[in-house]
């Protein structure tokens, strides 16, 4: 019944609520100063950024997937290829977010290759092949590959509506390249996604969605809102601004416990299991409160952010927990604590500092800090996952708290975005001070 109301809620704002599609004004909330503190090393990340040539002669530049302890040489990823979409993308907004980008001509070189890449991997059907292989060729065929819409689609989409404005400044003709790539990706979205019914279904006692990517991936929309929130604030698309309500209803819808219940109102990832990696539910959810105006789903997110993020932190972390509603009480069905991973972290961190930045409470600023002490040895394997002379993180933490050692693409990307955010906040800096190991 709940779950029917909050459906019928959604349906009557849509019907009678124009939603503007411009950029809104943040709450009040402390101002992110510049602040370097020296945390941020593009050293080892630098390594992995490597030049290729596509077929049809265009030059640009990708990011190795992995690289191999002792050396760190980079290595492909067996069978699929050796750079992607994935991690292309993630690079080139951490370059973008370099608070000296207007200034910083070798950032602006390497975030315009990046983008030559994605917009090489963009599929005739509008979606986005997500690895290059070393022999030159796309991988068109793998799972993990396909020109479909899944992670590596959205995460093409939120670098290129991110990045457009600014490298349309410095480069208009690759800006207008990177509109069309936009253009047409959105084209398909209206197609694909926009008017799927609002219906759900049942998984273990639990109603979910099924309008989201992958069915009720939470996961996947809260990616693809981000990616929506930036197009929108630079377009008049009243539908797009609709659909990001629609994504992020189904993403509240997910939620489960309160501050005194388990699972202390974390979102479901999909189904009726929460993982760790890639979670960034409750900062897409802070973003679109801010964008359309809505408090509901602000506190929605605050919620997880001031519930469930100390629970994990006073419990050693989980990876993943999937659950089961029994006579209205959400039970653990099963539960892990590895692999730990950077890509596990920077979403909390991510959103924990959001919190801050809206809200001006201090309890978010310690939370952020705390969680990003795991990247200097508040873990469970106490080990310093991030090095600060090298700027590599290691890949994992995995059962039985055994490091590997490794350090790819995507463990340094999002080490580096968590850090590179945290670095404009005092407040969190002072608090990953509190908490890091000595």
Not at 100 to 114: I, P, W
Not at 254 to 274: C, I, K, R, T, V
Not at 284 to 308: C, H, P, R, W
């Amino acid at each position: 019944m709940k779950k029917g109301i909050q459906i019928l809620i959604y349906l009557f704002s849509i019907g009678f609520i124009a939603i503007a599609c411009s950029k809104q004004a943040r709450p009040s909330g402390p101002a992110p100063p510049k602040n370097d503190t020296g945390l941020v090393n593009t050293t080892h990340l630098d390594a992995l950024y490597t030049p290729v040539v596509f077929p049809d002669g265009v030059h640009a530049s990708g990011i190795y997937i992995y690289s191999q302890y002792p050396d760190y040489h980079p290595v492909e990823a067996s069978g699929e290829g050796f750079t992607c979409v994935d991690d292309v993308s993630r690079a080139a907004l951490f370059y973008l977010r370099n608070n000296n980008f207007s200034t910083d001509t070798a950032a602006q070189s390497k975030v315009s290759n990046l983008i030559r890449f994605i917009l090489e991997m963009q599929s005739p059907n509008g979606y986005f092949y997500n690895f290059l292989q070393t022999d030159g060729s796309i991988n068109t065929g793998g799972s993990t590959s396909a020109a479909t819409p899944n992670w590596w689609s959205w995460r093409a989409l939120q670098a290129l509506t991110e990045a457009a404005p600014a490298v349309g400044r410095i480069n208009p003709q690759l800006g207008g390249q990177m509109n069309d790539a936009i253009n047409k990706l959105i084209a398909n979205i209206k197609t694909d996604f926009v008017n799927l019914p609002l219906t759900t279904q049942v998984i273990s006692g639990i109603t979910v969605p099924q309008w989201l990517p992958q069915g009720s991936g939470t996961d996947q929309a809260a990616t693809l809102v981000l990616g929506l929130i930036s197009y929108c604030t630079t377009t008049n698309d009243t539908t797009m601004s609709a659909y990001i309500r629609k994504l992020a209803t189904g993403i509240a819808m997910m939620q489960q416990g309160d501050a005194s219940h388990f699972p202390y109102s974390f979102f479901l990832s999909w189904e009726n299991q929460w993982h760790a990696y890639g979670s960034d539910q409750s900062f897409a959810l802070l973003q679109t409160g801010i964008f359309l105006q809505d408090t509901s789903f602000t506190n929605k997110a605050l919620a997880e952010v001031s519930n469930y993020y100390p629970w994990l932190l006073a419990n050693g972390f989980e990876a993943s927990i999937t659950v089961t509603d029994s006579n209205n009480q959400i039970q653990p069905l099963s539960q892990s604590s590895y692999d730990q991973i950077a890509y596990g972290f920077r979403p909390m961190i991510f959103a924990a500092i959001e919190a801050y930045s809206i809200t001006g409470e201090d309890k978010y600023a310690d939370i952020a800090g705390h969680l990003a002490a795991w990247f200097l040895g508040a873990n469970l394997a106490n080990t310093n996952m991030y090095d600060v002379s090298t700027g590599r993180c290691f890949d994992a933490i995995s059962a039985g708290n055994q490091v590997n050692l490794n350090s790819g693409g995507e463990s340094t990307i999002e080490a580096l975005l968590a850090l590179q955010r945290l670095e404009n906040f005092p407040a969190v800096l002072t608090a990953l001070n509190k908490y890091r190991k000595p």
